[in-house]
T-cell receptor
Framework: GAVVSQHPSRVICKSGTSVKIECRSL??????MFWYRQFPKQSLMLMAT?????????EQGVEKDKFLINHASLTLSTLTVTSAHPEDSSFYIC????????????????FGAGTRLSVL | QQPVQSPQAVILREGEDAVINCSSS?????VHWYRQKHGEAPVFLMI?????EQKGHDKISASFNEKKQQSSLYLTASQLSYSGTYFC????????????FGTGTRLKVLA
């Protein structure tokens, strides 16, 4: 099956520092990658949609200058949390949509294992 | 707007059945179901693309009522491994590939 690798799995940082999270599709090319945020016992909230070679599309209420997204290639997207503060502490998950010919496979999002960010 | 799932939580004994519902206020193009274990990423279960479509996977199946903007996930003869939080992900327009996840249903299966 399609594998999405997300790194790091856990990061603890001091307030004011920036943190970069990587999301890689290992065995397929991903036309689109998505970034989600999840608070404890809550649902996944879509933050932004990232297409290779173009600017990310952010959901309403998500600060684009705070959460920088770069989709450098068809297999890599990065999320940088700039000047992180304790309220940014959360579980961040990426997903990738496969670029296959089969329409069903194209509709499926494959998720990374998530990154738990703790800002002190 | 986020799709609403019901029930919010359910506890079952092994072998019992459960139904999880997902209701949207918008017309839907597709519905996807995922299961998430604590601290892990969601795992894809199935996708429903057409109105009225039912799909099955082992003892887990789902239906999609396009008219009612609803989908239901059916878990039969539940196993301990079914425990987790179930989310529906809805896509309201063809070609966006953008999901809005439902509120979630926590399922616990006891031995």
């Amino acid at each position: 099956g399609a594998v999405v690798s997300q790194h790091p799995s856990r990061v603890i940082c001091k307030s004011g520092t920036s943190v970069k999270i990587e999301c890689r599709s290992l065995d397929f090319q991903a036309t689109t990658m998505f970034w989600y945020r999840q608070f404890p016992k809550q649902s996944l909230m879509l933050m932004a949609t990232s297409n290779e070679g173009s600017k990310a599309t952010y959901e309403q209420g998500v600060e684009k200058d705070k959460f920088l997204i770069n989709h450098a290639s068809l297999t890599l997207s990065t999320l940088t949390v700039t000047s992180a503060h304790p309220e940014d502490s959360s579980f961040y998950i990426c997903s990738a949509r496969a670029r296959y010919r089969d329409i069903l496979a194209k509709n499926i999002q494959y998720f990374g294992a998530g990154t738990r960010l703790s800002v002190l | 707007q986020q799709p609403v799932q019901s029930p919010q939580a359910v506890i079952l004994r092994e072998g019992e059945d459960a139904v999880i519902n997902c209701s949207s206020s918008k017309a839907l193009y597709s519905v996807h179901w995922y299961r998430q274990k604590h601290g892990e990423a969601p795992v894809f279960l199935m996708i429903l693309l057409k109105g009225g479509e039912q799909k099955g996977h082992d003892k887990i199946s789902a239906s999609f009522n396009e008219k009612k903007q609803q989908s239901s996930l059916y878990l039969t003869a539940s196993q301990l491994s079914y425990s987790g939080t179930y989310f529906c992900g809805t896509e309201d327009m063809a070609g966006t590939y953008k999901y809005i996840f439902g509120t979630g249903t926590r399922l616990k299966v006891l031995a």
